[in-house]
C-alpha cells in the first residue's frame, strides 16, 4: 500500500526534518504556514509533458510548484532542445504554454523593474519603467526610487504631473502650490503623494533605514533624466544674473554646485515644527498634496480587499486615480474593463496571469511577479486570477481623474433575462437558469473567491481534494 495522502505525506516529511531550524519558504515552514507543498513532495501530476490535458485552462504556479514549463498542452507541442532560461519560464508559465483560449497578435504587456537600467548615486538610486522599456506603456511612465536616511532627492519639478506611493520606510516631501503657499509632510508605507504639473518639491529618507517610493508620471514618454532641477539651473546661469536675482554680491555664489546634486546626502532633518519656514511672508499651502491610503477603509468583497484614490476623495490628484487591490489565494479580480484610461498595474505581493481580450477574436496571457509592470489598454476586457499561495497586493493605476470600470457580472444581472439566455445559452436552457439565478442581483464582487474554487490551479490543490 502506498501511503501517498497529504497527511502522511506531511508527517513523514515533519519527523524528517523534525530538527531543522524552519527557514523561510522551507518545507517545513510552509505547512506550519499552513501552505501547500511543491509539487516535487506531493503526489502531483506534472501539467508540463506530452499525455497531460487540462480542457480548462487552469492556471499552474510554476514558482511555487517548482516546475519547468514546457510547451505542451492537450496532446500538442515538444520538448526544448536549444538554449532555455528556466527561470524567466517558470515566471511566464502562461507564456511558454498559453491557455487555448488565447489567439492572435497582441503587443507585450507585461515589464519587470528587474530589466531596467539601475542609475545609483549618493546614498540612493533610481530606475525607470517608460514607453522605451515598455512600448505599450504610453499614457503613465514610472520610477523606482530608493533614499537613505538623510538622503535627498533634490529641489525640481516636471512637466508632468508626479504621483507617488510610498513602498518602504519613511519620507519627508516639501513643496510650494501655484499660490505661493508652503507644504511640508512626513509620509509612511502605503502614503501617496501628487504634484501637479510644474508644483517645485523634494524628497527626503527620514527612516532609520530611510525609504523607497514608487513615483508615476502621466505620459509615458516621461524621462527622469528631463527633471528641472534646482543645481543643473543655477550652474548654467551666469553668476552676474544669480547674484541680481537674489540682490546678493557674486562672491556668495562663489561655491555653488558646479552641477546637479540629483540624489545626495543631507543632514537629518527635525520635526515639521522645527524646520517649517518662518519668513515675514511665508504662508502655508491651503492644499493638501498627500493622502493616507492604506489608511482608508476597505471595500470587504468575497476574496480580497479594494480601496480606490481619485479626485473624489484625493481632491489634487486630478490626472491620476489609483486601486489597491488585494486579492487572496484561489481568487479573481473579476472579469471587467475600464473604459476611461489604460490600466498601468504594479505587483507589490504575490503571483497572477491576467488574460487581456483585445476584440477581434484576440487575446493572450501574461504572467506576473512582485515588481512587475503589467498594462491592459483602455476598454480591453480582463481579469486577475491569483495564481500563487499567498495575496495578491497589487495597484492599479489610470490617467483619469476618477476610477470607473464595468463589471461583466453586474452587466449580465442587470441585462433582461431572455437577453442573457438566448446570447448564451440558447441550445442549454436549464444551463441558462442556472446562471440567471446567480447573476440575476448583480451584485458587483470586485474580488471574487468562487464557492469551492471549482477551477482552482491545475496542481496546487489537486491531491488534498
Not at 522599456?133 to 511612465?141: D, I, N, Q
Given at each position: 500500500?502506498?501511503?501517498?495522502?497529504?497527511?502522511?505525506?506531511?508527517?513523514?516529511?515533519?519527523?524528517?526534518l523534525?530538527?531543522?531550524?524552519?527557514?523561510?519558504?522551507?518545507?517545513?515552514?510552509?505547512?506550519?504556514?499552513?501552505?501547500?507543498?511543491?509539487?516535487?513532495?506531493?503526489?502531483?501530476?506534472?501539467?508540463?509533458?506530452?499525455?497531460?490535458?487540462?480542457?480548462?485552462?487552469k492556471?499552474?504556479?510554476?514558482?511555487?510548484?517548482?516546475?519547468?514549463?514546457?510547451?505542451?498542452?492537450?496532446?500538442?507541442?515538444a520538448?526544448?532542445?536549444?538554449?532555455?532560461?528556466?527561470?524567466?519560464s517558470r515566471?511566464?508559465?502562461?507564456l511558454?504554454?498559453?491557455?487555448?483560449?488565447?489567439?492572435?497578435n497582441l503587443?507585450?504587456m507585461?515589464?519587470?523593474?528587474?530589466?531596467?537600467?539601475?542609475?545609483?548615486?549618493?546614498?540612493?538610486?533610481?530606475?525607470?519603467?517608460?514607453?522605451r522599456?515598455?512600448?505599450?506603456?504610453?499614457?503613465?511612465?514610472s520610477?523606482?526610487?530608493?533614499?537613505?536616511?538623510?538622503?535627498?532627492?533634490?529641489?525640481?519639478?516636471?512637466?508632468?504631473?508626479?504621483?507617488?506611493?510610498?513602498?518602504?520606510?519613511?519620507?519627508?516631501?516639501?513643496?510650494?502650490?501655484y499660490?505661493?503657499?508652503?507644504?511640508?509632510?512626513?509620509?509612511?508605507?502605503?502614503?501617496?503623494?501628487?504634484?501637479?504639473?510644474?508644483?517645485?518639491?523634494s524628497?527626503q529618507?527620514l527612516?532609520?533605514?530611510?525609504?523607497?517610493?514608487?513615483?508615476?508620471?502621466?505620459?509615458g514618454?516621461?524621462?527622469?533624466e528631463s527633471?528641472f532641477?534646482?543645481?543643473?539651473?543655477?550652474?548654467?546661469?551666469?553668476?552676474?544674473?544669480?547674484?541680481?536675482?537674489?540682490?546678493?554680491?557674486p562672491?556668495i555664489?562663489?561655491?555653488?554646485?558646479?552641477?546637479?546634486?540629483?540624489?545626495?546626502?543631507?543632514?537629518?532633518p527635525?520635526?515639521?515644527?522645527?524646520?517649517?519656514p518662518t519668513?515675514?511672508?511665508?504662508k502655508?499651502?491651503?492644499?493638501?498634496f498627500?493622502?493616507?491610503?492604506?489608511?482608508?477603509?476597505?471595500?470587504?468583497?468575497?476574496?480580497?480587499?479594494?480601496?480606490?484614490?481619485?479626485?473624489?476623495?484625493?481632491p489634487?490628484?486630478?490626472?491620476?486615480?489609483?486601486?489597491?487591490?488585494t486579492?487572496?489565494?484561489?481568487?479573481?479580480?473579476?472579469m471587467h474593463w475600464?473604459?476611461?484610461?489604460?490600466?498601468?498595474?504594479?505587483f507589490?505581493?504575490?503571483?497572477?496571469r491576467?488574460?487581456?481580450?483585445?476584440?477581434?477574436?484576440?487575446?493572450?496571457?501574461?504572467?506576473?511577479?512582485?515588481?512587475?509592470?503589467?498594462?491592459?489598454?483602455?476598454?480591453?476586457?480582463?481579469?486577475?486570477?491569483?495564481?500563487?499561495?499567498?495575496?495578491?497586493?497589487?495597484?492599479?493605476?489610470?490617467?483619469?481623474?476618477?476610477?470607473?470600470?464595468?463589471?461583466?457580472?453586474?452587466?449580465?444581472?442587470?441585462?433582461?433575462?431572455?437577453?442573457?439566455?438566448?446570447?448564451l445559452?440558447?441550445?442549454?436552457p436549464?444551463s441558462?437558469?442556472?446562471?440567471?439565478?446567480?447573476?440575476?442581483?448583480?451584485?458587483k464582487?470586485?474580488?471574487?473567491?468562487?464557492?469551492?474554487?471549482?477551477?482552482?490551479?491545475?496542481t496546487?490543490?489537486?491531491?488534498?481534494?
Open positions: 500500500m502506498h501511503l501517498t495522502s497529504p497527511f502522511f505525506l506531511a508527517t513523514a516529511l515533519l519527523a524528517e523534525g530538527l531543522a531550524v524552519p527557514v523561510q519558504d522551507s518545507p517545513r515552514q510552509r505547512l506550519l504556514d499552513g501552505k501547500p507543498l511543491p509539487a516535487k513532495y506531493r503526489n502531483v501530476e506534472n501539467p508540463y509533458q506530452p499525455g497531460y490535458k487540462d480542457p480548462l485552462d492556471a499552474v504556479d510554476a514558482i511555487g510548484d517548482e516546475l519547468d514549463p514546457l510547451p505542451y498542452r492537450n496532446g500538442l507541442g520538448s526544448v532542445l536549444g538554449p532555455w532560461n528556466r527561470e524567466r515566471q511566464s508559465p502562461d511558454v504554454r498559453p491557455p487555448s483560449t488565447d489567439h492572435g503587443a507585450n507585461r515589464w519587470s523593474f528587474a530589466d531596467s537600467h539601475v542609475r545609483i548615486e549618493e546614498g540612493g538610486w533610481t530606475r525607470q519603467t517608460t514607453v522599456e515598455l512600448g505599450t506603456s504610453v499614457e503613465l511612465a520610477v523606482n526610487m530608493r533614499l537613505d536616511q538623510g538622503v535627498i532627492r533634490e529641489l525640481h519639478w516636471h512637466k508632468e504631473a508626479e504621483w507617488a506611493y510610498v513602498l518602504d520606510g519613511e519620507v519627508r516631501v516639501t513643496a510650494i502650490d499660490e505661493g503657499g508652503n507644504f511640508i509632510d512626513d509620509l509612511k508605507k502605503g502614503d501617496l503623494w501628487y504634484f501637479p504639473s510644474g508644483v517645485p518639491h524628497l529618507g527612516s532609520t533605514n530611510g525609504t523607497e517610493f514608487l513615483l508615476i508620471f502621466d505620459d514618454g516621461f524621462s527622469e527633471t532641477i534646482l543645481t543643473d539651473w543655477l550652474a548654467h546661469t551666469p553668476k552676474s544674473v544669480i547674484s541680481k536675482n537674489f540682490n546678493l554680491a562672491e555664489f562663489a561655491h555653488i554646485p558646479d552641477g546637479e546634486k540629483y540624489i545626495f546626502q543631507g543632514t537629518q527635525g520635526s515639521i515644527e522645527e524646520e517649517k519668513g515675514k511672508n511665508v502655508k499651502s491651503k492644499y493638501n498627500t493622502h493616507r491610503f492604506l489608511d482608508q477603509e476597505p471595500k470587504k468583497t468575497s476574496g480580497g480587499e479594494v480601496r480606490i484614490a481619485d479626485s473624489k476623495n484625493f489634487i490628484s486630478k490626472t491620476i486615480a489609483a486601486a489597491h487591490v486579492i487572496e489565494p484561489g481568487a479573481i479580480r473579476e475600464h473604459p476611461n484610461a489604460d490600466e498601468w498595474n504594479f507589490l505581493k504575490g503571483r497572477g491576467i488574460t487581456i481580450f483585445a476584440s477581434e477574436g484576440t487575446a493572450r496571457t501574461f504572467d506576473y511577479v512582485p515588481g512587475d509592470v503589467g498594462i491592459v489598454p483602455r476598454n480591453m476586457g480582463h481579469f486577475v486570477e491569483n495564481i500563487g499561495d499567498e495575496p495578491i497586493e497589487m495597484l492599479e493605476v489610470f490617467r483619469a481623474d476618477e476610477f470607473r470600470d464595468f463589471s461583466l457580472f453586474q452587466w449580465m444581472g442587470e441585462t433582461p433575462k431572455k437577453m442573457v439566455v438566448d446570447h445559452f440558447a441550445d442549454d436549464a441558462g437558469e442556472i446562471f440567471w439565478e446567480k447573476v440575476k442581483n448583480a451584485d464582487d470586485e474580488v471574487t473567491l468562487p464557492d469551492g474554487d471549482p477551477a482552482a490551479p491545475a496546487a490543490w489537486a491531491d488534498l481534494k
